[in-house]
Every structure is written in C-alpha cells, then in structure tokens.
T-cell receptor
Framework: QQKVQQSPESLTVSEGAMASLNCTFSDRSSDNFRWYRQHSGKGLEVLVSIFSDGEKEEGSFTAHLNRASLHVFLHIREPQPSDSALYLCAVKTGYQNFYFGKGTSLTVIP | NAGVIQTPRHKVTGKGQEATLWCEPISGHSAVFWYRQTIVQGLEFLTYFRNQAPIDDSGMPKERFSAQMPNQSHSTLKIQSTQPQDSAVYLC??????????????FGEGSRLIVV
C-alpha cells in the first residue's frame, strides 16, 4: 500500500517569505499528484495538480515532482496570513484511490 | 454549482448508538469517496463508488461501518454501535472521473462525529 509522508509537521514563515513543503511517496509508478489546503473547520481545496516530472505553477503555488527520488514539493510564493492552513499531499496510482499525507500545518505571521 | 454537501455538519451520539452521515456529490460527478480524518491518523480512505456501484471498501472497518449510494445524487455512511474511537471528521468527496487529469477530488466540509 502507498505510503505518503509529509515534512515538516509544522512550519512558520513570515509574510512574503517563500514556504517550502515536502512530500515523499513509496510507489514509483504513481502518476497523479495533488496538493490540497484545508483551513480550520473547512473542507479541502485543491491547489495544484501535477502528473509528470518537473514543475507546475498555479498562481502563487508551484509543485515540483521528482519521481526518481519519490518526492513532490510545494513552494508557496509570498505567502499571506490567509494562507495559514493545513497543507495535504495526495498521491494516486492508476485506478487506485488517492492516499494522503498527514499534512503540514503552515502559519504565516504578519 | 453548490459543491459537495454533507449533513449533518456536527453530530454528538452516545456510545452504542447508530450514526448516519449524508453526502450529496457534485452533479455530474461519477465517483464518490468517503474519508475519515483524525489528528493522529490524518486522512484515511474508507470507500468509494463509481457510477453508484461500490468499487473499493478496503478502508472500511468491516463490522460496524457500511456505505451506500442508492442514487447518483446521494450517498450515506452508517456507523452502527458507535464507539469513542469513531470520533472523527468524515469527509465526502466526488470527482468527475476516476482516472486521468479529471479525477480531482472535490471535498465537502465534513461531518464532525463525536461519540460520548
């Protein structure tokens, strides 16, 4: 079964400073990756999807996938306090379900 | 488009009682998923339906949990004889398709179940 791990568990950055989140997965044949954000008490909001090695940018969010090293990163450019939330990595292989990491709790301080 | 709708948002139930959670997926989406979220375990897959048919329930605790999708606009998750360890946020999600770029999961806001 796919194992998805995220680091760090929590991260605090100053407003405007780049935030970088890490996600590792165990199945090298995984072909579908999503980053989600969850504000407290709310559902999950998809931020960026990536399907092949390289980078994918959506607004201030950039996902970087390296399947050889089993890593997918999320970089948040110039985060604002409103970006404070739980960030979740989701990984899928073929018709299997998405497996999620436990998340990184991001706090952006003004 | 109202998004995925889950009811109730909060439910407190006594140990041993039954709890039923409802989900209305986004219209036109062919797949519906149920996940459970806790601080300790994170987001755990429970089960999913494609075109109303149950496809994978490998994450469901076998004895007390059941899920149904009687029509394309409605799915239920039922927990019998609830236990304190069932306390969690139960999230429903739907996707347009199961494979490919269109299989982004769109989540509801969840049903928070507290078993006392």
């Amino acid at each position: 079964q796919q194992k998805v791990q995220q680091s760090p568990e929590s991260l605090t950055v100053s407003e405007g400073a780049m935030a970088s989140l890490n996600c590792t997965f165990s199945d090298r044949s995984s072909d579908n990756f999503r980053w989600y954000r969850q504000h407290s008490g709310k559902g999950l909001e998809v931020l960026v999807s990536i399907f092949s090695d390289g980078e994918k940018e959506e607004g201030s969010f950039t996902a970087h996938l390296n399947r050889a090293s089993l890593h997918v990163f999320l970089h948040i450019r110039e985060p604002q306090p409103s970006d404070s939330a739980l960030y979740l990595c989701a990984v899928k292989t073929g018709y299997q379900n998405f497996y999620f990491g436990k998340g990184t709790s991001l706090t952006v301080i003004p | 488009n109202a998004g995925v709708i889950q009811t109730p948002r909060h439910k407190v139930t006594g140990k041993g009682q039954e709890a039923t959670l409802w989900c209305e997926p986004i219209s036109g989406h062919s797949a519906v998923f149920w996940y459970r979220q806790t601080i300790v375990q994170g987001l755990e897959f429970l089960t999913y339906f494609r075109n109303q048919a149950p496809i994978d329930d490998s994450g469901m605790p076998k004895e007390r949990f059941s899920a149904q999708m009687p029509n394309q606009s409605h799915s239920t998750l039922k927990i019998q004889s609830t236990q304190p360890q069932d306390s969690a946020v139960y999230l429903c999600a739907s996707s347009l398709v199961v494979r490919g770029s269109g299989n982004t999961l769109y989540f509801g806001e969840g049903s928070r179940l507290i078993v006392v």
